[in-house]
């Protein structure tokens, strides 16, 4: 197996990791053949795979600069992957050249490629780190010396949450996460579930059974269930909705079926 140049020491390249098919997905380049085999696999189920991950971006996109404009300019952006054309850091530092952000990722591909995209930027880290663990991220040297928490902090948990089993607790890491936050943070958000994908749920369980098969379960949550993250947040409008739906720039008529699987939205700390 080709090992490519920029792969970090110590990786095991013949094990997938989701947020390398994730960037195969958005058409990136920082990915094995292990990866690419395995988003193959899961898009024989649904085919419509990459249009999910760029409407997920698109609504991050959208959120990011909702954020700004309430006057939010700190980010920590949890299971952030690995950069892509733009990226939170890129949106946010577009609208306001004051914006902060932190991103944290367990995958030390998206790691080690973050620090060479940040490199030089004053006002961006990463930091290598697991949602499971809260206190790790929001004691590590990234968030203390670029985020103020005593300030309003958008928090993005985008297509990472369903990830995390239910045996690992993400509500509680979600709800310590919030607790840490200063009123007027915002929780923006996106999920997997069932619910909106344009296939029969057997056909999209065979996407689910890939993800099992390599050892990173897909968690596909019905809407309450999502709705529960956002417990102690006020929810902005239009709410909970799938991702073309939620403040459009474009009729979301004219998106393709599959950008309409799974749920986004974003809350407000009161």
Same mark, same amino acid.
């Given at each position: ?22 960037? &195969? &997905? ?23 795979? /990459? ?17 700004v404009a309430e006057g939010v300019t700190q980010f920590l952006d949890i299971g ?16 306001? /050249?004051?914006?902060?952000?932190? &991103? ?147 009729? /979301?008529?004219?998106?393709?079926? &599959? ?12």
């Amino acid at each position: 197996m080709e090992r490519p140049a920029w792969a970090p020491p110590g990786i095991d390249i013949s094990v997938p990791s989701v947020s390398r098919i994730y960037d &195969y &997905y958005l058409g990136g380049s920082h990915n094995f053949e292990v990866d690419r085999d395995a988003a193959r696999r899961a898009m024989e189920f649904m085919p419509g795979l /990459p249009k999910i991950m760029q409407a997920n971006r698109a609504f991050m996109r959208r959120a990011v600069h909702h954020a700004v404009a309430e006057g939010v300019t700190q980010f920590l952006d949890i299971g952030s992957g690995i950069p892509t054309f733009g990226n939170v850091h890129e949106i946010a530092q577009r609208a306001t /050249p004051e914006a902060r952000v932190v &991103y944290v990722d367990h995958d030390p591909v998206a790691v080690a490629h973050s620090r060479a995209v940040l490199e030089g930027n004053d006002h961006a880290g990463i930091t290598a780190a697991d949602l499971r663990k809260p206190q790790d991220i929001l004691g590590s040297p990234e968030v203390r010396e670029l985020l103020d928490l005593d300030r309003p902090v958008a928090l993005l948990l985008v297509a990472v949450l369903h990830f995390v089993e239910d045996a690992d607790d993400p509500h509680a890491a979600v709800a310590e996460l919030r607790d840490a936050l200063a009123p007027g943070s915002l929780l923006i958000l996106t999920h997997a579930s069932f619910e909106g994908i344009p296939v029969p749920q057997e056909q999209a369980g065979g996407t689910v059974g890939v993800y099992r098969d390599i050892r990173s379960p897909l968690v596909m949550r019905s809407r309450d269930q999502v709705a529960r993250f956002f417990e102690g947040y006020e929810m902005v409008e239009p709410g909970l909705v799938s991702m073309p739906r939620w403040r459009p720039e474009t009729p /979301p008529e004219q998106e393709d079926p &599959y950008a309409f699987s799974g749920f986004a939205g974003v809350g407000r700390k009161g």
